[in-house]
């Protein structure tokens, strides 16, 4: 039997096509780098089903490749199961917090703390502004949150 991931963590947003994956792609890259790869369970995932199987976001991936870092996500929707597995939940904005707190209390095995990823930026950036309705440099901005969130989370984290 394979041996268990130490630590698992799920980032959420709205639809799962922007802010989530990029973040995802941001942190196994973190931990690739750090040769911690086999310590993480990584998943993104989204409060809403409207973007279930789609690809990222063009403007996503864009901004990924500019920075070297690949994915291969499709978006999935947030599953009960999902709160009882990860060890940490971490989504973008006030509205995703409430969703999956409101989600949490109809799981009698919740094992997940649910934070926002702003909440470790050490720039103190609480909320990751949604760059869907934005262009190149709303993403880009996006990343560079994530980025700070991200490094500063996985030191805490291990």
Not at 29 to 48: E, F, P, T
Not at 51 to 79: E, F, W, Y
Not at 102 to 114: D, E, F, L, T, Y
Request: hydrophobic share 35%.
């Amino acid at each position: 039997m394979a041996e268990q991931s130490s630590k698992s963590v799920l980032f959420v947003c709205l639809g799962n096509i922007c802010w989530s994956p990029i973040t995802e792609a941001v942190f196994r890259k973190l931990v690739a780098d750090q040769n911690v790869s086999d310590n993480w369970a990584i998943d993104s995932g989204a409060v809403s089903d409207r973007n279930v199987g789609h690809a990222p976001d063009p403007r996503a991936m864009s901004c990924l490749r500019n920075h070297d870092i690949s994915t291969a996500h499709k978006a999935r929707q947030v599953t009960k199961e999902d709160f009882a597995i990860f060890d940490y939940m971490l989504c973008m904005d006030g509205s995703n917090l409430r969703d999956l707190n409101r989600k949490s209390n109809q799981v009698k095995n919740c094992k997940a703390k649910i934070e926002l990823l702003g909440s470790y930026d050490p720039q103190k950036q609480l909320m990751i502004e949604d760059p869907y309705y934005g262009n190149d440099s709303n993403f880009e901005l996006v990343y560079q949150q994530c980025l700070r969130c991200c490094k500063a989370f996985l030191e805490k984290a291990q």
